[in-house]
C-alpha cells in the first residue's frame, strides 16, 4: 500500500522541487542579462603586487602565440601558474567568454569588433596604461583604430587585411575581384573556399556589391546573403583555419583568406595574395583583460611582455602576421615572399570592422541561413 | 547471523518506505537536476528572445517557431530526415545478411566475426571519420586510385554521399549486434519444417525467418536512426558545412550565432520528430 | 546454396568496409612526409612527434581523470537505482525517467546542460564534463545491473531478511555480492562511453581542460598531418590488446567454471 502511495507521490515531489530550482534560477539571470553594457569601471590595481600568488590564464587562436611562451613567462615573471587554452574562431571564444558567470580567462585574444562587444556587455577591465610601458612600441595608427580609439580596452596584437590566397600555377587568371570567389570560372569551380565566421563570410559579398562592412541596412545584407547562396554550389567548402593547407595540397586553387595565413612563403614559391580590386578591411587582433580575472597585474605584465619587440617579433617572423608594433616591426627580417612589407597607412586604406551592437545578430542570422541552405 | 542494530521491529511499511527513497532518491535527484530541469530549460527558452552574446532575455515571443517552420530551415530537417532514413536502410540491406551469415558460422567462427564488427567501434570516433577523409579527399587515396587507371577525380568529399558513409561506417555495428541477436535466436527448426512443407527458401526466408526477426530489425534500425538523425560532427567533417543536417544548425546557433533560443527550437523539433517516429513504431508494433 | 552465395557479397563488403579505413590510417602513420594523403616513404617520425606533443598527453590525462570520477557517480547511483526500480517501485514513470539518458539524442542533452550550467552560473570545467557524463552512464549501469537483478533468486534476500536483518544489511551483505558482476560490467561500460564520448564534452568542458576526443577534434579542425594517424593507430594498438586479453580472461574463466 506505500509504495503505491510513495511513488505516486515521488515524480509530483521531485518536478515541484526542480521547477522551483529552475525559475528560481531563471529570476537570477534575467536580471542580468536585461541590463545592456554597463560602463567599465577600472580596479585599483598594484604595479608592485606579488606576481608569484597570481596566475594567469590565456585564450588565444591555435598556433597564434610560441609554443614556449608559457614557459618563457612563467620564469621571467615567477607567476603560480599558466595556461593557455585554444580557439579556433572569433565565435568560439566569445561562446566561452560569455556562457557562463566566470570564465576562468585572465587574457583573452580577439578581434577588434569583439572586443568592441565584450566591452559593451561590461565584461572587460579597462587598460591600465601605466602597467603596460611597452605601448610606446605601438605605431601611433595602432592606437587610433575605430573600434577602440586610445586602446582604453584593448590592445592589439597583429593587423592585417582579408583578400584572395591563391595558386599562381593552378589559376588560368590570377584574381582581381571578389567576384573570382563567389562565381568562379569552370577551372576553379568547387575548388575555392570562403571563411565561416560571420563578418568575414559577409565580406566578399558586401565588397563586391560596394557595400560598406559595417553596412545595418537588411536590404543590403539581404542582396549579399542572395550573392553567397548562389555561391554556395561552387564552394569546395567554407573553412576559416585551414585553407592554407587546402591550397598547399591542391585541392583548392583560390581562397578567402587573411594575409598572414596566405602561406605565400611556402617553400614552392607557388602561393600569391592579393587584395581585390573591390577593396577589403582592416582587421585588428587584439588582446583584451576580462573583468572576472582575479590577476590583473599578471595580466597586465603579459601584456606588457608580449609587447617587447624580442617577443612581438616572433609573431611577423614565424606566422607572417604583421603586428603594430613598430620597434619589433624595424628588427624583422622580410623573407621572400612575405607579404610584412605592407605599410601601415596602405593597411589603413581597408574598411575597419566594427562591432554593430543589436545589428550584428542579423550577420549572425546570415551565417545561420546560409549554413542552412 | 546475530542481529543488527537496524533489525530492531519497525514498522514493516515505515521501512519499506525508508528502503525505497535511500534506493531511488539519489538517482533519481540526480536525474531530475542534470536532465529534467535542463530539458524543461531548452523547451522554455523557445519561447523568449535571444541575448545578444547568447543566454536569454526573458521577454515573451512567438518568433522562434514562425522562424522554425521557414522552408530553410524546415527543409534541413527533411534533409536529416532523408539522410538518417538512408543510412538506416543502407544498414539494414548490409547489417541483415552480414548478421544471418554470421550466424550460420561455427561457434569459433561466429565469435570472431561478432568481435571483428565491434572492433572498429574501439577507436575514438572522431579519429574513425578522419579516416574517411583521408580516403575520400580530392588528392586521397580513391582519387589517387582512379587517377592512376586513368578515370578523371570525383567529388567524393563534402556532399552528402561523404556525410551517409562516415554515419553508415560510424554506426553499421549498432545494426548488426541487434539483428544477430534475433537471428540467432531462432529455431532451426522452424525453416526445415517450412522447407519440407515445400516452400521455397525465398518463401521461408519471407513468411518464417523475416516475420520472425522483425524485433531485431526495429531495434537495430532505431540504433541508427537515433545518433544519425541528431548528429553533428560527421557532416560537419565530411560535409564541408555544405552538407548540413538538424545537429549542425543547433551547434551552430549555440556556439557560432549564439542564438539560444532557436538553438533550443531547433532541438524540441528534433526531439519531437523522433518521439513521433518511436510512438508510430509502438502503434505500428501493437498492430502487428 | 546459390542464395547463401549472394548473401556473401554484401558479408564481405561489410568487412572491407569496416577496416579498409582502418588499414589506411595506419599506413599513412608511417609517412615519412607532411602530407596525410599522398605516401612519401616510411619513417617513424610522427609517432616522435606525438611522444612530445603537450596537449595530447593533457588530453589523456583528463581524459581518464572524467572517466574514472563519472564512472564511480554512475555506478553507485546507477546500482542503487536499480535495487530501487526493481524491488521497490512498479512505477513505469521513474523506469522511463532512468532509462532516458540512454535514449536521448547526446547534442540535446548537451545542450540542455550548457543552458543549466549557464543559468545557475557554474563554473565548466572537468568537473562539469564529469557530472555530465554521470547522467548517461548511470542509466547504463542501472540497464546493466537490472538485467542481473531479474535472473537473481530473491529468495536469499527473503532469508536475510526472515533471520531479522535489516534492509541496509541486506543489501550490503546479500544483495550487493550477488549482483557483483553486473556492477564491474556496468562500470566498465561506463568508463569505455566516457573515454570516447565527443559531444557533451565539447559543450560543457570550458575553456582551459580538454579531454583527448576534443583535442583530437581541434587537430584536425587546423589541419590533417600524420600524426593525427599515429595517434590513431596507437588507440587501435590499445584497444585491440584490451579486447584481446579480455577474451582470453573470459575464456581462462569459463574453462576454470566448467572444471
Avoid at chain 1, 571564444?93 to 583573452?108: N, P, Y
Avoid at chain 2, 575520400?136 to 578515370?151: I, M
Wanted: glycine share 6%; aromatic share 10%; hydrophobic share 50%.
Amino acid at each position: 500500500m506505500f509504495r503505491t502511495r510513495f511513488t505516486r507521490r515521488l515524480p509530483a515531489a521531485v518536478a515541484v522541487a526542480g521547477l522551483a530550482l529552475a525559475v528560481a534560477a531563471c529570476g537570477g539571470e534575467s536580471t542580468d542579462s536585461a541590463e545592456t553594457a554597463p560602463q567599465a569601471t577600472a580596479a585599483q590595481l598594484n604595479p608592485n603586487a606579488d606576481l608569484s600568488k597570481q596566475s594567469l590564464n590565456v585564450t588565444v587562436w591555435d598556433g597564434y602565440t610560441p609554443k614556449e611562451l608559457t614557459e618563457r613567462f612563467k620564469e621571467k615573471f615567477k607567476v603560480s601558474d599558466m595556461k593557455i587554452a585554444l580557439h579556433a574562431t572569433n565565435e568560439e571564444a566569445m561562446t566561452k567568454l560569455t556562457a557562463t558567470g566566470d570564465s576562468g580567462i585572465d587574457v583573452a585574444f580577439v578581434s577588434g569588433q569583439y572586443a568592441q562587444a565584450l566591452n559593451e556587455q561590461g565584461l572587460l577591465e579597462p587598460i591600465h596604461p601605466e602597467l603596460i610601458p611597452n605601448l610606446s612600441n605601438l605605431y601611433p595608427e595602432a592606437t587610433q583604430l575605430s573600434y577602440d580609439k586610445g586602446n582604453k580596452i584593448s590592445v592589439p596584437y597583429t593587423w592585417g587585411t582579408t583578400g584572395i590566397c591563391y595558386r599562381s600555377d593552378l589559376v588560368k587568371t590570377p584574381p582581381t575581384s571578389w567576384n573570382d570567389l563567389l562565381k568562379p570560372p569552370a577551372w576553379a569551380d568547387k575548388k575555392v573556399t570562403l571563411m565561416t565566421t560571420e563578418r568575414w563570410l559577409a565580406l566578399p559579398a558586401l565588397k563586391s556589391l560596394g557595400y560598406s562592412v559595417n553596412t545595418d541596412k537588411d536590404e543590403e545584407i539581404a542582396k549579399a546573403k542572395q550573392l553567397l547562396l548562389d555561391a554556395k554550389p561552387h564552394l569546395l567548402k567554407f573553412d576559416d583555419t585551414t585553407f592554407g593547407d587546402l591550397l598547399v595540397s591542391g585541392e583548392a586553387v583560390m581562397v578567402e583568406a587573411w594575409d598572414g595565413w596566405c602561406p605565400t612563403t611556402d617553400e614552392k614559391q607557388n602561393i600569391k595574395f592579393t587584395v581585390p580590386k573591390e577593396g577589403s578591411d582592416l582587421w585588428v587582433d587584439t588582446m583584451v583583460i576580462m573583468k572576472s580575472s582575479k590577476n590583473k597585474e599578471a595580466a597586465h605584465a603579459f601584456i606588457n611582455y608580449i609587447l617587447d619587440p624580442e617577443v612581438h617579433r616572433w609573431a611577423a617572423e614565424n606566422i607572417n602576421y604583421k603586428v603594430p608594433n613598430k620597434a619589433a616591426m624595424d628588427k624583422v627580417k622580410v623573407a621572400p615572399g612575405s607579404l610584412l612589407g605592407i605599410k601601415p597607412a596602405e593597411l589603413l586604406d581597408g574598411e575597419s570592422i566594427i562591432d554593430l551592437g543589436q545589428a550584428s545578430t542579423k550577420f549572425a542570422r546570415l551565417s545561420s541561413e546560409i549554413t542552412a541552405d | 547471523m546475530k542481529p543488527q542494530a537496524d533489525a530492531r521491529p519497525a514498522s514493516p511499511a515505515r521501512e519499506r518506505r525508508l528502503g525505497a527513497f535511500v534506493f531511488l532518491a539519489p538517482g533519481l535527484v540526480y536525474l531530475v537536476v542534470l536532465m529534467l530541469v535542463p530539458l524543461a530549460l531548452v523547451l522554455s527558452n523557445v519561447f523568449f528572445q535571444r541575448g545578444r552574446f547568447g543566454g536569454i532575455v526573458y521577454e515573451f515571443t512567438t518568433e522562434n517557431f514562425t522562424r522554425l517552420i521557414d522552408p530553410l530551415y524546415l527543409g534541413v530537417v527533411a534533409d536529416s530526415l532523408k539522410i538518417a532514413t538512408l543510412t538506416t536502410l543502407i544498414a539494414l540491406l548490409l547489417g541483415y545478411p552480414t548478421a544471418y551469415l554470421i550466424a550460420q558460422l561455427p561457434s569459433k567462427w561466429r565469435t570472431i566475426a561478432l568481435v571483428a564488427i565491434v572492433l572498429p567501434f574501439w577507436t575514438n570516433f572522431i579519429i574513425r571519420v578522419y579516416a574517411w577523409i583521408i580516403l575520400l579527399n580530392g588528392q586521397g587515396l580513391v582519387n589517387s586510385g582512379l587517377k592512376a587507371l586513368g578515370f578523371d577525380p570525383l567529388e567524393l568529399l563534402y556532399n552528402d554521399g561523404a556525410v551517409v558513409t562516415g554515419l553508415l561506417y560510424s554506426y553499421l555495428p549498432l545494426m548488426v549486434l541487434p539483428l544477430y541477436a534475433a537471428i540467432d535466436k531462432l529455431d532451426p527448426q522452424l525453416r526445415e519444417a517450412s522447407a519440407n512443407l515445400g516452400a521455397s527458401p525465398f518463401t521461408t526466408f519471407r513468411k518464417v525467418t523475416l516475420p520472425l526477426t522483425v524485433p531485431g530489425v526495429m531495434t537495430g534500425s532505431l540504433f541508427v536512426f537515433v545518433p544519425t538523425f541528431g548528429n553533428f560532427v560527421i557532416p560537419e567533417m565530411l560535409g564541408g558545412g555544405k552538407s548540413i543536417m538538424v545537429g549542425n544548425l543547433i551547434r551552430t546557433e549555440f556556439l557560432k550565432a549564439r542564438d539560444w533560443p532557436f538553438g533550443s527550437a531547433l532541438a524540441t523539433a528534433l526531439v519531437a520528430v523522433l518521439v513521433l517516429l518511436l510512438v508510430a513504431q509502438a502503434w505500428a508494433a501493437r498492430r502487428a | 546454396m546459390r542464395r547463401s552465395r549472394l548473401l556473401h557479397v554484401p558479408f564481405w563488403f561489410t568487412y572491407v568496409f569496416l577496416y579498409a579505413p582502418i588499414i589506411v590510417l595506419v599506413v599513412m602513420s608511417f609517412n615519412s612526409g607532411k602530407s596525410a594523403y599522398t605516401y612519401e616513404g616510411f619513417s617513424l617520425k610522427w609517432y616522435g612527434v606525438l611522444a612530445q606533443d603537450a596537449k595530447v598527453m593533457e588530453g589523456l590525462v583528463n581524459t581518464l581523470i572524467v572517466a574514472a570520477g563519472s564512472t564511480a557517480i554512475a555506478t553507485v547511483l546507477g546500482t542503487l537505482l536499480a535495487v530501487g526500480l526493481a524491488r521497490h517501485t512498479r512505477s513505469k514513470t521513474l523506469d522511463a525517467i532512468a532509462l532516458m539518458p540512454a535514449v536521448l539524442p547526446d547534442l540535446v542533452l548537451a545542450i540542455g546542460l550548457l543552458v543549466f550550467y549557464g543559468v545557475v552560473q557554474f563554473t565548466l570545467g572537468l568537473h562539469s564534463v564529469t557530472l555530465s557524463h554521470a547522467v548517461f552512464s548511470m542509466a547504463f549501469v542501472a540497464a546493466v545491473v537490472r538485467t542481473r537483478l531479474s535472473g537473481a533468486d530473491t529468495s536469499l534476500e527473503e532469508a536475510s531478511r526472515d533471520l531479522g536483518a535489516g534492509p541496509v544489511t541486506t543489501f550490503m551483505k546479500v544483495t550487493l555480492p550477488q549482483l557483483m558482476p553486473g556492477i564491474i560490467a556496468g562500470a566498465l561500460l561506463a568508463f569505455t562511453l566516457s573515454l570516447d564520448e565527443f559531444v557533451i564534452a565539447f559543450f560543457t568542458i570550458g575553456n582551459l581542460d580538454q579531454t583527448l576526443p576534443i583535442v583530437i577534434y581541434s587537430m584536425i579542425r587546423f589541419g590533417v598531418t600524420p600524426e593525427i594517424n599515429a595517434l590513431g593507430a596507437i588507440l587501435l594498438l590499445v584497444s585491440f590488446t584490451a579486447v584481446i586479453v579480455g577474451q582470453r580472461l573470459t575464456k581462462i574463466g569459463e574453462s576454470r567454471a566448467q572444471d
